[in-house]
Protein backbone atom coordinates (compact mmCIF):
# COMPACT_ATOMS: atom_id res chain seq x y z
CA UNK A 1 0.00 0.00 0.00
CA UNK A 2 1.13 3.43 -0.60
CA UNK A 3 3.10 5.12 2.05
CA UNK A 4 0.67 8.18 1.93
CA UNK A 5 -2.16 6.47 2.74
CA UNK A 6 -3.27 5.59 6.27
CA UNK A 7 -3.63 2.43 7.62
CA UNK A 8 -7.30 0.82 7.23
CA UNK A 9 -9.91 0.78 4.61
CA UNK A 10 -9.29 2.87 1.24
CA UNK A 11 -11.33 5.50 0.07
CA UNK A 12 -12.01 7.53 -2.47
CA UNK A 13 -10.21 10.42 -0.87
CA UNK A 14 -6.97 8.43 -0.57
CA UNK A 15 -6.97 7.29 -4.44
CA UNK A 16 -7.80 11.13 -5.01
CA UNK A 17 -5.20 12.44 -3.25
CA UNK A 18 -2.28 9.70 -4.91
CA UNK A 19 -3.38 10.67 -7.80
CA UNK A 20 -3.09 14.37 -7.47
CA UNK A 21 -6.60 14.79 -8.90
CA UNK A 22 -10.56 16.05 -7.35
CA UNK A 23 -12.51 13.29 -5.57
CA UNK A 24 -15.38 14.07 -8.45
CA UNK A 25 -12.70 12.97 -10.95
CA UNK A 26 -11.73 9.85 -9.71
CA UNK A 27 -15.91 8.93 -8.71
CA UNK A 28 -16.13 10.64 -12.85
CA UNK A 29 -13.37 8.31 -14.14
CA UNK A 30 -14.83 5.09 -11.98
CA UNK A 31 -18.23 5.33 -12.75
CA UNK A 32 -19.33 2.84 -15.27
CA UNK A 33 -22.52 4.12 -16.63
CA UNK A 34 -20.36 7.03 -18.60
CA UNK A 35 -18.40 6.03 -21.39
CA UNK A 36 -14.64 4.52 -20.32
CA UNK A 37 -12.15 7.26 -20.33
CA UNK A 38 -8.82 6.05 -21.68
CA UNK A 39 -6.29 9.53 -21.21
CA UNK A 40 -3.24 9.80 -19.14
CA UNK A 41 -5.46 10.43 -16.07
CA UNK A 42 -7.57 7.95 -16.06
CA UNK A 43 -4.88 5.23 -16.90
CA UNK A 44 -3.40 6.80 -13.73
CA UNK A 45 -6.56 6.22 -11.63
CA UNK A 46 -7.20 2.72 -12.74
CA UNK A 47 -3.44 2.02 -11.55
CA UNK A 48 -3.72 3.54 -8.61
CA UNK A 49 -6.95 1.85 -7.49
CA UNK A 50 -5.01 -1.29 -8.72
CA UNK A 51 -2.13 -1.10 -6.27
CA UNK A 52 -4.23 0.63 -3.25
CA UNK A 53 -7.31 -2.32 -3.62
CA UNK A 54 -9.76 0.98 -3.24
CA UNK A 55 -13.59 -1.29 -3.30
CA UNK A 56 -16.12 1.22 -4.73
CA UNK A 57 -18.96 1.17 -2.50
CA UNK A 58 -21.82 1.02 -5.12
CA UNK A 59 -24.78 1.36 -2.96
CA UNK A 60 -23.21 4.03 -1.05
CA UNK A 61 -22.67 5.80 -4.36
CA UNK A 62 -26.02 4.32 -6.08
CA UNK A 63 -27.87 6.24 -3.03
CA UNK A 64 -25.96 9.29 -3.01
CA UNK A 65 -27.09 9.75 -6.73
CA UNK A 66 -30.65 8.19 -6.34
CA UNK A 67 -30.63 7.31 -10.29
CA UNK A 68 -30.39 3.78 -10.07
CA UNK A 69 -34.23 3.36 -10.62
CA UNK A 70 -34.37 0.13 -8.69
CA UNK A 71 -35.92 -0.32 -5.09
CA UNK A 72 -35.27 -3.27 -2.74
CA UNK A 73 -38.26 -4.88 -1.32
CA UNK A 74 -37.92 -7.42 1.54
CA UNK A 75 -40.28 -9.47 3.05
CA UNK A 76 -40.79 -12.42 4.76
CA UNK A 77 -41.58 -15.10 1.96
CA UNK A 78 -43.18 -14.87 -1.32
CA UNK A 79 -45.05 -18.25 -0.67
CA UNK A 80 -47.40 -15.82 1.64
CA UNK A 81 -50.09 -14.42 -0.90
CA UNK A 82 -50.35 -11.46 0.99
CA UNK A 83 -47.02 -10.89 0.70
CA UNK A 84 -46.64 -11.76 -2.71
CA UNK A 85 -49.38 -9.33 -3.35
CA UNK A 86 -47.54 -6.85 -1.62
CA UNK A 87 -44.51 -7.23 -3.69
CA UNK A 88 -46.72 -7.03 -7.34
CA UNK A 89 -48.44 -4.34 -6.06
CA UNK A 90 -45.14 -2.46 -5.62
CA UNK A 91 -43.76 -3.66 -9.02
CA UNK A 92 -46.28 -1.76 -10.78
CA UNK A 93 -46.20 1.21 -8.60
CA UNK A 94 -42.58 1.40 -9.86
CA UNK A 95 -42.71 0.35 -13.45
CA UNK A 96 -45.45 3.68 -13.52
CA UNK A 97 -42.15 5.37 -12.92
CA UNK A 98 -40.11 3.35 -14.73
CA UNK A 99 -38.07 2.01 -12.02
CA UNK A 100 -37.67 -1.86 -11.35
CA UNK A 101 -38.28 -3.40 -7.77
CA UNK A 102 -35.79 -6.56 -6.48
CA UNK A 103 -37.44 -8.41 -3.72
CA UNK A 104 -35.37 -10.42 -1.41
CA UNK A 105 -36.96 -13.03 1.35
CA UNK A 106 -36.14 -12.98 5.52
CA UNK A 107 -38.35 -16.08 6.42
CA UNK A 108 -39.47 -14.11 9.11
CA UNK A 109 -36.14 -14.15 10.45
CA UNK A 110 -34.32 -11.52 12.27
CA UNK A 111 -30.43 -12.35 10.88
CA UNK A 112 -32.38 -12.81 7.78
CA UNK A 113 -33.83 -9.69 7.09
CA UNK A 114 -30.34 -7.78 7.66
CA UNK A 115 -29.00 -10.06 5.42
CA UNK A 116 -31.72 -9.46 2.65
CA UNK A 117 -30.96 -6.08 3.41
CA UNK A 118 -27.05 -6.08 2.83
CA UNK A 119 -27.43 -8.37 -0.45
CA UNK A 120 -30.13 -5.54 -2.04
CA UNK A 121 -27.39 -2.67 -0.82
CA UNK A 122 -25.31 -4.04 -2.71
CA UNK A 123 -27.06 -4.30 -5.84
CA UNK A 124 -27.37 -0.76 -5.68
CA UNK A 125 -31.01 0.07 -5.26
CA UNK A 126 -31.89 3.59 -4.35
CA UNK A 127 -33.88 2.68 -1.02
CA UNK A 128 -35.90 0.03 0.24
CA UNK A 129 -39.57 -1.11 0.91
CA UNK A 130 -39.79 -3.59 3.83
CA UNK A 131 -42.94 -5.49 5.28
CA UNK A 132 -40.92 -6.80 7.71
CA UNK A 133 -40.89 -4.68 10.95
CA UNK A 134 -41.40 -6.38 14.33
CA UNK A 135 -40.66 -5.76 17.50
CA UNK A 136 -37.76 -6.87 18.03
CA UNK A 137 -36.01 -5.47 14.65
CA UNK A 138 -33.31 -3.17 14.65
CA UNK A 139 -32.97 -2.78 10.92
CA UNK A 140 -34.59 0.88 10.70
CA UNK A 141 -32.22 2.07 13.10
CA UNK A 142 -29.31 0.23 11.99
CA UNK A 143 -30.76 1.89 8.10
CA UNK A 144 -31.31 4.97 9.91
CA UNK A 145 -27.91 5.78 10.96
CA UNK A 146 -26.31 4.37 7.66
CA UNK A 147 -28.28 7.06 5.80
CA UNK A 148 -30.43 4.44 3.75
CA UNK A 149 -33.78 5.68 2.35
CA UNK A 150 -36.24 3.22 3.59
CA UNK A 151 -40.34 2.52 4.02
CA UNK A 152 -42.41 0.38 6.14
CA UNK A 153 -44.99 -1.18 4.44
CA UNK A 154 -48.17 -3.30 5.84
CA UNK A 155 -46.32 -3.17 9.51
CA UNK A 156 -44.60 -0.22 11.27
CA UNK A 157 -42.75 0.55 14.06
CA UNK A 158 -44.46 3.21 15.32
CA UNK A 159 -41.55 5.82 14.22
CA UNK A 160 -40.24 5.53 10.89
CA UNK A 161 -42.14 6.46 7.22
CA UNK A 162 -45.06 4.22 6.56
CA UNK A 163 -47.33 2.88 4.55
CA UNK A 164 -50.36 0.39 6.22
CA UNK A 165 -53.19 -0.65 6.17
CA UNK A 166 -55.59 1.32 8.77
CA UNK A 167 -55.48 -2.59 10.61
CA UNK A 168 -57.80 -1.24 13.96
CA UNK A 169 -60.70 0.06 11.60
CA UNK A 170 -60.23 -3.45 9.66
CA UNK A 171 -60.42 -5.29 12.94
CA UNK A 172 -63.67 -2.92 14.26
CA UNK A 173 -65.19 -3.42 11.13
CA UNK A 174 -64.95 -7.25 10.87
CA UNK A 175 -65.80 -7.62 14.78
CA UNK A 176 -68.94 -5.09 14.61
CA UNK A 177 -70.59 -7.37 11.35
CA UNK A 178 -70.24 -10.47 13.49
CA UNK A 179 -71.79 -8.29 16.56
CA UNK A 180 -74.53 -6.96 14.20
CA UNK A 181 -75.46 -10.47 13.24
CA UNK A 182 -76.59 -11.03 16.95
CA UNK A 183 -73.40 -12.88 17.54
CA UNK A 184 -71.50 -12.29 21.02
CA UNK A 185 -69.21 -14.83 21.83
CA UNK A 186 -66.58 -14.06 19.16
CA UNK A 187 -63.45 -15.34 19.49
CA UNK A 188 -60.22 -14.06 17.61
CA UNK A 189 -57.25 -15.55 16.35
CA UNK A 190 -54.80 -12.89 17.02
CA UNK A 191 -51.93 -13.75 14.68
CA UNK A 192 -48.42 -12.68 15.96
CA UNK A 193 -47.75 -10.48 18.81
CA UNK A 194 -44.85 -9.06 17.14
CA UNK A 195 -46.57 -7.97 13.58
CA UNK A 196 -48.04 -4.33 14.14
CA UNK A 197 -50.99 -5.16 11.86
CA UNK A 198 -52.55 -7.92 14.37
CA UNK A 199 -51.83 -6.28 17.23
CA UNK A 200 -54.27 -3.62 15.55
CA UNK A 201 -56.75 -5.85 14.25
CA UNK A 202 -57.07 -7.09 17.58
CA UNK A 203 -57.28 -3.42 19.14
CA UNK A 204 -60.48 -3.02 16.48
CA UNK A 205 -61.80 -6.46 17.74
CA UNK A 206 -61.64 -5.57 21.45
CA UNK A 207 -62.56 -1.72 20.62
CA UNK A 208 -66.00 -3.43 18.72
CA UNK A 209 -66.74 -5.60 21.57
CA UNK A 210 -66.45 -2.71 24.09
CA UNK A 211 -68.55 -0.15 22.80
CA UNK A 212 -71.47 -3.23 22.79
CA UNK A 213 -70.57 -3.68 26.84
CA UNK A 214 -68.96 -7.28 26.42
CA UNK A 215 -65.96 -8.10 28.67
CA UNK A 216 -63.36 -9.49 26.69
CA UNK A 217 -63.03 -13.55 27.84
CA UNK A 218 -59.22 -13.68 27.59
CA UNK A 219 -59.56 -17.74 26.62
CA UNK A 220 -61.30 -16.12 23.13
CA UNK A 221 -58.62 -14.50 22.27
CA UNK A 222 -55.69 -17.21 21.17
CA UNK A 223 -52.30 -15.77 19.32
CA UNK A 224 -51.07 -17.46 16.31
CA UNK A 225 -48.65 -17.26 13.46
CA UNK A 226 -49.68 -16.33 9.77
CA UNK A 227 -49.61 -19.60 8.35
CA UNK A 228 -52.75 -22.13 7.67
CA UNK A 229 -52.15 -25.10 10.02
CA UNK A 230 -51.60 -22.44 13.04
CA UNK A 231 -55.07 -21.07 12.08
CA UNK A 232 -56.30 -24.47 12.18
CA UNK A 233 -54.95 -25.46 15.87
CA UNK A 234 -56.14 -22.15 16.88
CA UNK A 235 -59.61 -22.76 15.93
CA UNK A 236 -59.35 -26.54 17.62
CA UNK A 237 -58.26 -24.04 20.91
CA UNK A 238 -61.54 -22.23 20.68
CA UNK A 239 -63.66 -25.04 19.97
CA UNK A 240 -62.50 -27.16 22.74
CA UNK A 241 -63.64 -24.20 25.46
CA UNK A 242 -66.46 -25.39 27.60
CA UNK A 243 -68.51 -22.28 25.92
CA UNK A 244 -67.51 -22.14 22.20
CA UNK A 245 -67.53 -19.12 20.23
CA UNK A 246 -70.18 -19.02 17.43
CA UNK A 247 -67.74 -16.70 15.44
CA UNK A 248 -64.27 -16.29 14.33
CA UNK A 249 -62.58 -13.78 13.24
CA UNK A 250 -59.18 -14.87 12.29
CA UNK A 251 -56.79 -11.72 11.55
CA UNK A 252 -55.30 -13.43 8.35
CA UNK A 253 -57.27 -14.96 5.91
CA UNK A 254 -54.42 -18.09 5.68
CA UNK A 255 -55.47 -18.75 9.00
CA UNK A 256 -59.16 -18.47 8.20
CA UNK A 257 -58.93 -21.04 5.74
CA UNK A 258 -57.20 -23.14 8.43
CA UNK A 259 -59.93 -22.55 11.11
CA UNK A 260 -62.47 -23.58 8.13
CA UNK A 261 -61.18 -26.60 7.47
CA UNK A 262 -60.99 -27.15 11.52
CA UNK A 263 -64.78 -26.37 11.85
CA UNK A 264 -65.59 -28.87 8.93
CA UNK A 265 -63.28 -31.49 10.04
CA UNK A 266 -65.42 -31.36 13.55
CA UNK A 267 -68.81 -32.04 11.82
CA UNK A 268 -69.61 -27.93 11.87
CA UNK A 269 -70.74 -26.28 9.58
CA UNK A 270 -69.79 -23.17 8.50
CA UNK A 271 -71.80 -20.32 8.89
CA UNK A 272 -74.68 -22.31 10.21
CA UNK A 273 -72.76 -23.59 13.41
CA UNK A 274 -69.99 -20.76 13.35
CA UNK A 275 -69.66 -17.79 11.68
CA UNK A 276 -66.11 -16.92 10.10
CA UNK A 277 -64.11 -13.52 8.94
CA UNK A 278 -60.41 -13.23 7.49
CA UNK A 279 -58.29 -10.42 6.73
CA UNK A 280 -56.75 -9.31 3.57
CA UNK A 281 -59.18 -10.91 0.45
CA UNK A 282 -56.67 -13.02 -1.18
CA UNK A 283 -57.87 -14.18 -4.49
CA UNK A 284 -58.73 -17.88 -3.07
CA UNK A 285 -61.05 -16.75 -0.54
CA UNK A 286 -63.56 -15.40 -3.10
CA UNK A 287 -63.62 -19.29 -4.70
CA UNK A 288 -63.69 -21.25 -1.56
CA UNK A 289 -66.96 -23.81 -1.00
CA UNK A 290 -68.18 -21.22 1.55
CA UNK A 291 -66.75 -18.15 0.14
CA UNK A 292 -64.91 -16.09 2.99
CA UNK A 293 -66.22 -12.35 4.77
CA UNK A 294 -62.83 -10.52 5.01
CA UNK A 295 -61.32 -7.59 4.69
CA UNK A 296 -60.36 -6.17 1.82
CA UNK A 297 -56.63 -4.37 1.70
CA UNK A 298 -55.96 -2.06 -0.57
CA UNK A 299 -52.59 -3.04 -1.96
CA UNK A 300 -51.86 -1.08 -4.59
CA UNK A 301 -52.67 2.05 -2.40
CA UNK A 302 -50.31 1.20 -0.21
CA UNK A 303 -47.50 0.62 -2.45
CA UNK A 304 -47.76 3.93 -4.22
CA UNK A 305 -47.97 5.87 -0.70
CA UNK A 306 -45.05 3.55 0.06
CA UNK A 307 -42.86 4.52 -3.32
CA UNK A 308 -43.97 8.07 -2.91
CA UNK A 309 -42.71 8.58 0.75
CA UNK A 310 -39.58 6.23 -0.45
CA UNK A 311 -38.66 8.84 -3.13
CA UNK A 312 -39.56 12.19 -1.70
CA UNK A 313 -36.04 11.97 0.04
CA UNK A 314 -35.63 13.50 3.65
CA UNK A 315 -38.95 15.44 3.59
CA UNK A 316 -40.95 13.94 6.21
CA UNK A 317 -45.01 14.17 5.99
CA UNK A 318 -46.61 15.77 8.90
CA UNK A 319 -47.69 12.15 9.61
CA UNK A 320 -44.96 9.70 9.35
CA UNK A 321 -47.60 6.35 9.43
CA UNK A 322 -49.84 6.94 6.37
CA UNK A 323 -53.17 4.50 6.52
CA UNK A 324 -55.29 3.31 3.88
CA UNK A 325 -59.08 1.75 4.85
CA UNK A 326 -60.17 -1.67 4.56
CA UNK A 327 -63.30 -2.60 3.10
CA UNK A 328 -65.40 -5.34 5.00
CA UNK A 329 -66.49 -7.57 1.72
CA UNK A 330 -69.59 -10.04 3.15
CA UNK A 331 -69.40 -13.09 1.93
CA UNK A 332 -71.21 -16.70 2.74
CA UNK A 333 -68.71 -17.53 6.00
CA UNK A 334 -71.29 -14.98 8.22
CA UNK A 335 -75.28 -15.09 8.79
CA UNK A 336 -76.94 -14.36 11.85
CA UNK A 337 -76.54 -16.16 14.88
CA UNK A 338 -78.79 -19.22 15.09
CA UNK A 339 -76.49 -21.63 17.72
CA UNK A 340 -78.28 -25.07 17.72
CA UNK A 341 -77.71 -28.24 19.87
CA UNK A 342 -74.81 -29.58 18.19
CA UNK A 343 -72.73 -26.35 19.25
CA UNK A 344 -72.87 -27.06 23.17
CA UNK A 345 -71.83 -30.39 22.71
CA UNK A 346 -68.54 -29.12 20.72
CA UNK A 347 -66.65 -28.08 23.73
CA UNK A 348 -66.92 -30.95 25.90
CA UNK A 349 -65.89 -33.25 22.87
CA UNK A 350 -62.12 -34.82 22.97
CA UNK A 351 -60.71 -33.69 20.23
Known sequence: MDSNVK???VTILDVAAAAGVSKSTVSRILDERLP?????TARK???IVERLGYVRDVSAASLRRGQTMTIGVI???LTDTVMAMLYEAIARACARTGRIALVATTDEQVEGELRAAESLLQRGVDGLILATARDDDDLPDILTKRGVPFVLALRTDHKSLSSIGDDRLGGYLATRHLLDLGHRRIGIIAGPGYASSARGRQEGYLQALGEQGIVTDPDLIVDSTFSI???TDAALTLMRLSSPPTAIFAVNDNTAIGAMSALINLGLSVPEDVSLV???????VGCLPTPLTTLRVPFDQIAITALDLLISGRTRPREPIQMAAPT???RGSTMANSR?????SVGARDT
Do not use: F, T
Request: net charge neutral; no cysteine; aromatic share 4%.
Open 7 to 9: SGR
Open 36 to 40: SSDND
Open 45 to 47: VRQ
Open 75 to 77: VPR
Open 229 to 231: DAG
Open 278 to 284: GYNDIPI
Open 328 to 330: LIP
Open 340 to 344: NGRMA
